[in-house]
């Protein structure tokens, strides 16, 4: 007799932990979306805060989960094998009353959703949608245009202002800014910015709705891949396609204000994450190296990497010697190596969120990997200054030994 094995789907050969991660605005927390719902955790120390499973075995997968900061209000697109909704379906999930808040319908897929005490932003296929966050939802504008599958961010910050009169002193005070980046629908190698603070409530019909004014950075020459705002709105980090430049732009008039190199072969910048001050940013590829850049000069013993070659006078000098590299960096692999059924192809194929730790100190990341479900700690050590070889061609400084030099130590892991 005749006999083969089972034909078996490669994409489900091996079981996902998790169909998504992401964390909460201020990295406190994140969630986990399951088959069968969706799981919080607290960040460091690690600690399970929530665990919803869904009663309809036949309607219970979700897809994307995104908490509003730590309170009890949970975004919630369906998707998995048997999906709780439509993948079209944007629900507000009220864990203290355990019941859906509201929900929101859309003619084409819930890409991404970003949730503040005031707005609802919505990501969809080449638009995005723009709500007032109530129990009945107003929508503020006309859907804005951008490209497809684009990547978009959006970020709360204060800002203390003083106001007053020539006989009466300034009195400060506080203004809630919504700082809103997104591709651009005709160029997607440009990032247009707005504040969403500009908005009001319109009582007018929805084809007569206000019209938000953006500013537009020239960003890159290529389509963007990744867009992040710092955590004061002050600055937006952008990476193309190409993945071997990082840029940072000042979201108040456009300029350039830093440009760094990843490397010189193409790759898929997939993650960026800002500290909580925005002196450091961390990137990751699809090669699985994480990044650590320093942004602002507020220690001047801390700098990132620069070519040999940079501060020699030369005739004729390429654009490479001027690159500026990241102050320290790390592949992956042996964080999940030994781990006993990670091989080489899932590590490749599994991807990660990133975080920084909210200590203060902006030298502690933890990352979350969605495919094999484990949550690791990385801390940012300073090392002792070494020498370097002839044939090397990146350093700290061109003489300037006592510079500090700085690398990535995992601290410790969990499967979750």
Excluded at 139 to 160: N, W
Aim: charge should be positive; hydrophobic fraction near 35%.
């Amino acid at each position: 007799m005749n006999t083969r094995n089972a034909i078996v789907d490669g994409n489900h050969a091996r079981a996902n932990k998790f169909l998504s991660v992401d964390f909460n605005q201020d990295y406190t927390c994140f969630s986990c979306s399951m088959q069968n719902g969706f799981m919080v955790f607290n960040v460091d120390p690690l600690e399970c805060k929530l665990s919803k499973q869904f009663s309809n075995v036949n309607a219970c997968g979700i897809a994307m989960s995104r908490m509003l900061y730590r309170t009890n209000y949970v975004a919630l697109v369906g998707g998995g094998r048997k999906p709780r909704a439509p993948p079209n379906k944007l629900v507000i999930w009220d864990d203290l009353q355990q019941r859906e808040s509201l929900t929101l319908s859309f003619m084409s897929a819930v890409r991404g959703v970003f949730l503040s005490r005031i707005h609802i932003v919505v990501v969809l296929e080449s638009s995005l949608e723009i709500y007032e966050f109530g129990g009945t939802p107003k929508r503020l504008i006309e859907p804005l245009d951008t490209c497809a599958g684009a990547a978009a961010d959006f970020v709360v910050c204060q800002r203390v202002t003083r106001r007053g009169s020539t006989s009466e002193p300034a009195v400060p005070q506080t203004i809630t800014r919504g700082i809103l980046a997104f591709p651009s629908a005709r160029n997607p190698g440009q990032v247009q910015v707005a504040d969403l603070s500009h908005l009001q409530s319109s009582e007018a019909e929805e084809t007569n709705a206000v019209q938000l004014p953006t500013s537009i950075i020239k960003a890159h020459n290529s389509p963007i891949r990744l867009i992040k705002i710092s955590p004061n709105g002050t600055m937006v980090a952008t990476c193309s396609m190409q993945g071997t430049l990082i840029r940072i732009f000042s979201t108040q008039n456009g300029s350039l204000m830093r440009e760094f190199r990843r490397g010189l072969n193409r790759a898929d910048l997939y993650e960026m994450a800002w500290s909580s001050r925005g002196s450091r940013l961390a990137v990751i590829s699809d090669k699985q190296t994480l990044h650590v850049f320093q942004i602002t000069d507020d220690d001047s013993d801390t700098k990132n990497k620069t070519h040999v070659l940079k501060d020699l006078p030369l005739l004729w000098r390429p654009k490479y010697l001027e690159s500026v590299w990241a102050m320290c960096s790390l592949h992956l692999r042996s964080a999940l190596k030994g781990k006993g059924t990670m091989n080489d192809q899932d590590f490749y194929n599994d991807r990660c969120k990133v975080g920084w730790c909210h200590d203060g100190d902006e030298d502690s990341l933890v990352l979350v990997w969605k495919d094999s479900g484990i949550w690791e700690k990385y801390v940012l050590l300073e090392k002792e200054p070494r020498s370097y070889a002839v044939n090397e061609t990146l350093q700290t400084s061109p003489v300037a030994s006592h510079k500090k030099e700085w690398e990535i130590v995992r601290e410790s892991w969990r499967k979750l």
